[in-house]
């Protein structure tokens, strides 16, 4: 265990505030100026430079997904009680009902706006300038755990039990690619550059498949099974970005080697003592960091020693998320702590830029 941290912080505390329940998802809009986020007890609210505005107060029935359209002008939100409900800036526009299903998953395509979500074995599609349902996907073999459009708008990857299906978007009716497994896809994320699908899963393998390459990595060795997946939108010198997953209280960071045949190659970061709840990679950046139930959020600088250690809730942290431009630094506790980090400037105040 370290807990040493570099002599300069890189990060200070800029807000706090507090939600009634664990917070269970926090995001920024594409712009940075809005981050939202919401709760176990049903809240939805909206931060903006200090000031918080509810959309919706507690009713006692988990919100646990949230997500902005691309263009910042939607924000949608699924949880327990089986409704999506989209806002335009404050205004809600749409309450999509599906109870008894709980909505847990979902994700906006990046090039137009098209809402995914879970319904158990399903995916839905929505268009939020028809406002209409444009296909129901039949995930088919359990409950759909992941959802994710690669960056181009093109595919949507959903994923469970089995593996991972691929839908082309500009052809719904066609036969989804699948990347089979005979265990369970996690946790699943295309990377930033489109080129990699990463699936983390059941039973502690990471699987990697590069687009149009039939044979997929898969690398073995966790302790548990692997919970998040991270990658970079910065890369090496070989042009790929990195990728972290996290099981139980360690990340390993995976890099991919110039000879396909030797995959990729790992190295292990430890320090948490507490289960990780979530990862991330700043913008452009290498700098992850990581949020655990032992009430640690680490920096880790290059993705391979800490470089901070920050607290600041009363147990545990439940979510994390970065500013688009790398400036702020969200988290979510599970006692319901909401709180902002700003990036120190060297010489001077953080300003409202």
């Known amino acids: 265990m370290n807990t040493t941290t570099s002599k300069s912080k890189e990060f200070e505390q800029h807000y706090s505030g507090t939600l009634s329940d664990y917070v269970t998802a926090i995001a920024w809009s594409p712009q940075g100026k809005t981050l939202a986020a919401t709760s176990a007890a049903g809240e939805v609210v909206l931060w903006n430079d200090r000031e918080l505005t509810s959309l919706q107060t507690g009713n006692g029935k988990s919100v646990d997904c949230l997500a902005f359209s691309p263009d910042g002008k939607f924000l949608a939100v699924g949880g327990q009680d089986g409704q999506v409900k989209i806002w335009q800036n404050t205004e809600l526009i749409a309450t999509l009902s599906n109870a008894p299903a709980w909505v847990d998953k979902l994700a906006w395509n990046y090039t137009s706006n098209q809402l995914a979500f879970s319904l158990g074995r399903y995916v839905q599609v929505w268009d939020a300038d028809t406002r209409e349902i444009v296909v129901t996907l039949n995930f088919d073999n359990s409950s759909v755990l992941g959802i994710d459009w690669r960056i181009d708008g093109q595919y949507l990857a959903i994923s ?27 946790a699943m994320a295309w990377s930033p550059d489109g080129k990699y699908l990463a699936s983390g899963n059941m039973d502690r393998s990471v699987t990697v498949l590069e687009w149009n390459n039939p044979d997929p990595w898969v690398m073995r060795g966790f302790p548990g099974k692997i919970r998040q997946l991270a990658w970079s939108e910065a890369t090496t010198k070989l042009g790929a970005p990195i990728l972290a997953s996290s099981s139980v209280e360690g990340i390993v960071v995976w890099e991919k080697l110039e000879d396909d045949s030797l995959g990729w190659e790992a190295r292990v970061l430890t320090n948490h003592v507490g289960v990780i709840n979530a990862i991330a990679f700043a913008p452009k950046s290498f700098l992850l960091a990581s949020a655990a139930a032992d009430g640690w959020l680490c920096l880790w600088n290059k993705a391979k020693e800490v470089s901070q250690i920050i607290t600041g809730v009363s147990a545990g942290f439940s979510t994390l998320a970065w500013h688009p431009q790398g400036k702020l630094l969200a988290a979510g506790g599970e006692q319901g702590e909401f709180v902002v980090w700003s990036k120190v400037l060297r010489g001077q105040g953080f300003g409202r830029s």
């Open 160 to 186: 469970g039990y089995k593996g991972v299906k691929i839908w082309h978007s500009q052809n719904w009716d066609e036969e989804p690619y699948s990347l089979d497994m005979s265990t369970v896809s996690v």
